[in-house]
């Protein structure tokens, strides 16, 4: 997700933040932390995800840190670089312990920027969307189906988030705008289906804006061990 775009945006490289910043989610992850992954079911799922899904090489190195409300709910964003350099998002969508209330993790998925489009002109920029908000959504021959607004809406908004994202160089915020996809396929080991997400998104700043795709997978937290 990261990509050359958002690497701008982010300004990487530079001084440091107060370490109160940098712990920011739930795992305690903190910039430069490194997160190892279990990929052995993500290897085994590769087949049935979207052809541009890469499965993670090696240990994730955390590059930024992103939070944002969600429904009321705090996500947080770990924008992360596998050994080969390639670049992924681990999204930790928080919760409350019921006793407690504790933060917890409720739901972590892993997401890999598959499409990336930068239009040069707002016609352009409008163009590519015009076929964005429907029920249906064909990325690539894949067929995903809208997963956020009700079964009455034609044609879904984005919804605008903003975001808080802590980078090497400091804090900014920026404001994005999401859509939520999805599909059930088959699993290649055990019975039930599993669900692919399709995230949509309108990233820009002053001068540029970009239209991305990415592609996510649900992971257990088990599989997930920050050092």
């Given amino acids: 997700m ?6 701008k945006k982010l300004g990487i490289g530079g001084k440091e933040i107060p370490p109160t910043e940098a712990f920011h989610s739930p795992l305690r992850v903190a910039l430069h932390s490194t ?18 899904f890469v499965v993670p090489n090696g240990d994730l190195q955390v590059l930024a840190i992103g939070k944002f409300e969600l429904d009321g709910m705090p996500v947080h964003q770990l924008y992360v670089q596998d050994q080969a350099g390639e670049e992924f998002v681990l999204q930790l969508v928080e919760g409350r312990e019921y006793r407690s209330q504790t933060p917890i993790v409720n739901e972590i998925t892993l997401f890999k920027q ?15 969307l015009a076929n964005i908000g429907f029920h249906e959504l064909t990325v690539d021959d894949v067929v995903y189906h809208r997963l956020w607004g009700d079964s009455y809406t034609e044609k879904a908004e984005f919804r605008t ?5 802590i980078t090497p160089a400091g804090v900014e915020t920026y404001t994005n705008q999401w859509l939520l996809y999805g ?13 692919e997400y399709l995230l949509v998104g309108i990233e820009e700043n002053e001068s540029a804006a970009q239209l991305i795709m990415q592609s996510g997978i649900a992971l257990n937290q088990n599989d997930i061990s920050v050092q």
């Fill in 161 to 165: 988030y903003n975001e808080r994202v």
């Fill in 183 to 195: 599909r059930e396929v088959e699993s290649p080991v055990g019975s039930n289906p599993i669900s």
């Fill in 2 to 7: 990261i990509g050359q775009y958002l690497k």
């Fill in 114 to 128: 598959i499409v990336t489009l930068e239009p040069e002109t707002e016609t352009s920029l409008d163009r590519e």
């Fill in 35 to 52: 997160i190892r992954l279990e990929t052995v079911d993500l290897l085994v799922l590769k087949s049935v995800l979207h052809p541009n």
